[in-house]
């Protein structure tokens, strides 16, 4: 599905990102932990376009196709979804007529006629069942008055509308209490199928233990030091990543 | 990539900027006494009215153009405008068949149908409609229906030979005739425009709406409004206003008066889409409007909405003198300026009565190398107890040519007033765009969906059909400021 | 028509005739300037309140009705006249009407501190006298500009930093109608730090029309935090004009409190002229009888970073009136400016008035502008929780004003001089 290869960025004259390599094929969860600065968020940032970041090297195949070339609203109509760690306010605008645009744009990319306002609709009921999200807030603005939970439940909602084949979730746990964790968690995993793939990203083991990973990759100092199953996950939370930056230690 | 837009744009832009190939029965150019007598003899009016116009052109002789808005221009010559132009011929319509075929073309490019019975059968919801071709009222339709509740809406010269008591009585009473050089102007020449009154009682079954159009060159438009709500009624208003591309610009100096009488409530909504000029900013709209309304007695409110997008140059204060106790006076607005529009508006709200409440929501919007200006009076006068006032002004940037700026005044004189003001400047977040951009939302759509929800509130106000050409509006007169 | 041109500039011109009488001119701003500032006096007049600048302030009508017959005879001063307006912990320096006078003031030995008479002052400390303070762009600066007496002059020299605070205690008196015209020039250096108290008294039994102008300049990275304190008594008319300009990294800051004067205008108008510096203007003003506060600053941000912050709050009693007029101007090249202007005030009066004029003129994109402006009424709900605790109506009011006012009060860093804002405004309450 996805497949990262040797891939550098900076922002500024600082590089983050040191040679990233990494392989998500269809049906797998991968989970991307690492401490802070490690470059995680840097990661689905690069991934997503933001233009903050400048690439230096190294490429990125998203479905055949080279996803560094691509705009970042075409690398969301193929079907890249990033769960955001700090999900915007966009005043006035609200959350239906939002989902409604981004859903009609994606399926017009794909050459699909709009989805009948009854359709969508339908549609919008379904799936905010699935993170028990008030439909109240469908109808408020895109995260405007949002409590943390709530925005973090907006952005799966929204995942589960657009229907992604790849969904990176930057830490989607922080900030979340247990009961919040719980429901984005099996929303996540109703949504998990053969056909698409999930990138956690995260700093702690807590959110593994409801959604969990067929890989698990350490992310240290902008680069992929370790990667394994899902024991790898419960090892770091044993020995903490104190173990991990004594063993990697690299120069800066 | 910002060339592609602006190309786009290029074309895109002015959809409503066809001439109509309309025999015109025009008055020789320039301004004086004659020409005023001309009119006047034309609309066959009666002697009152030609006094009226008459005091209004000896004291615009003496007035000089207002220069402290902040705005830029060639100060049109006056000698050198058209005062009159009236669509050929010139003889009362029985029905709809007999309007020129022409005409119903325009109408039709611009979206209007004037066809009551398609109105009456179709989709669309029933909005009466009076329309005004360069100076002269055209066609008003659903009056019929509307007389049946009593409701006398009709043309201006009608309502001066109909309804001369009326129009007597409250015509100057908002915005008298010596108030500023360009109602002087308007008071002294004026063509026609649209009459509106509600009796008691009375909630207008429909919304009542004026279509203002410039169509020939060389001409300028002053058309006057005046809306009577008497106790206890209620309308809505809407008006809109489109006239074609020309490499001159045309003057536009409209007069709108707005009287409510105990609980009577009026709500008149503009989309103001007069041709902007080009890229170049050659051409467009000098757009001077005045625009008031008294809440003459207790308990009544009035309410001003404004898109406005269109016009070289803006310079309009849509006011409220809040004269009855409990009286209410709103003011939203969004205005957006691109290329080299220039805009300077905003409102007064006069508080005289006790417990007068206003509220003031500005959204400015400005792109290319524009400048938008809110500028707004909020005056509690001694003895209005109990006053409040609220007033929000954004201004949204997009580029750094343009420019958006604030000059609230507020003078307040009695003490247990409570006046608020807030305003902001900012631009489009890039965060902001960036998510939209995640979700699969391209940078126009993403623009067009941000300003869309930075103008809410006071989209919110219009009518729908109105909120949904705004909305589209907005969209188009932004096309191509962010690349 | 006519009449009033006329009118105008018969008032302008008795004034001129009035003062070129009686002044024995100090050639220390060039000739140039001084025919410059004559010509605009002539064609422009003193501005009335059809002038935008001066709407709510008719400079014109109060030279007309109040300064009929100025004769300009000014009284001498003692130490004992001088003695209770000085602040304990700063260096007190004093200019007699429009003169800086070094018998009075305190001697000091101040590291790189120069202080003396404008007419004593190098032609290499000339180059940038009025250079801030244009006399086409004001008709009071032009006034002061054509008459000013022998101001001050206060030099502080790169990396220096005061060890105390700077009083300059400006005291007008007068045994008959007289206009004073005081100027002076502050220059900061690179790296320098000054605080500077600047007080306005008026002792004489006479009207005066006082018209001050400051010249300030902040060297880059330097520093000048300034306290204005006006309280010059109902026979004082007067406009304070502070023509500020900052440098690179520099920092300027000014806490006016304005609690006498029949008719004070204060024209604050900084210039961000470099990236990276700051600005700070807060004033405070209550007001009784027929008293006339009018408050205008121009912040104009024409470099990138800068940041800006106004803080006014004014309480207006019986007859009196308060303005304010604050410009925020952002050019083209000043983004990322971070402004923000707040004023607020509270009648206590059906006979008051309170005028804002809060403006905001940007042109560059990438800014974060804004500004905030209430007038209302004392909070009734607090007034009754504190009634309904046991405290008297009258104490209860005071307490709340005083609380709205503290925000202000506790920016005078310096402790003697709070403590007389305070005295005062308490007094005043």
Redesign the interface.
Known sequence: MISIKNLHASIGEKEILRGINLEVKAGEVHAIMGPNGSGKSTLSSVL????DYDVTEGEVTFNGKNLLDL???D???EGL??A?QY??E????SNI???R???N??RA?HGQEEMPAKDFLALVKDKSKLVELDSKLASR??NEGFSGGEKKRNEIF?MAM?NPKLAILDETDSGLDIDALRIVASGVNKLKSKDNATILITHYQRLLDYIVPDFVHILYKGRIVKSGGKELALELEAKGYDEIKKEFEIAD | MANEILEEHIQNEYKWGFTTDIAADEAPKGLNEDIIRFISAKKNEPEWMLEFRLKAFRNWLNMVEPQWAHVHYQKPNFQDIIYYSAPKPKKELASLDEVDPELLKTFEKLGISIDEQKRLTGVQSNIAVDIVFDSVSVKTTFKETLAEKGIIFCSFSEAVQEHPELVKKYMGMAVPPTDNFYAALNSAVFTDGSFCYIPKGVRSPMELSTYFRINASGTGQFERTLIIADEDSYVSYLEGCTAPQRDENQLHAAVVEIITHKNAEVKYSTVQNWYPGDKEGKGGIFNFVTKRGICLEDNSKISWTQVETGSAVTWKYPSVILKGNNSVGEFYSVAVTNNYQQADTGTKMIHIGKNTRSTIISKGISAGFSNNSYRGLVQIKKGASNARNFSQCDSLLMGDKCGAHTFPYIEIKDKSAVVEHEATTSKIGEDQLFYCKQRGIDNEKAIGLIVNGYCKEVLNKLPMEFAVEAQKLLAISLEGSVG | MSLIVDNKSAVTQNLLEQLQKGSGKIAFIPDAEIISAIRHLENKGIPNNKHEDYKYCNIEAVLRKEFKSVEQSFNELTNADIAPLKLEEAINLVVVNGNYNESLSEKIIVKGLTVKSLKDISSSQKTLLSSQAKSDTDALIALNTAFSNNGLFLDMEKGNVIPMPIHVIYVNSGNTEIVVNTRNFIHIQANAEVTLVESFFNTGSSKVFSNFVSEKFVGENAKLNCFTFQNEGPLSYSVNTNQVKVNKYSTYSNTTTTLGGELVRNNHNVELAASNCEVHLNGLFITKGTQQVDNHTLIDHQMPNCESNELYKGIAKDKSVGTFNGKIFVRKDAQKTNAYQSSKNILMSDDATINTKPQLEIYADDVKCSHGTSTGKIDTEALFYLKARGIGEESARKLLLQAFAQELIDKIEIPSLQERVLHLFEKTL
């Open positions: 997503a376009g933001r233009e705009s970042p609203e690398r969301a109509r979804f990033l955001f999900p915007v966009i005043p006035g605008v007529n939002f989902l645009t981004a859903l744009e994606i990319y603005s895109v929204q657009l």
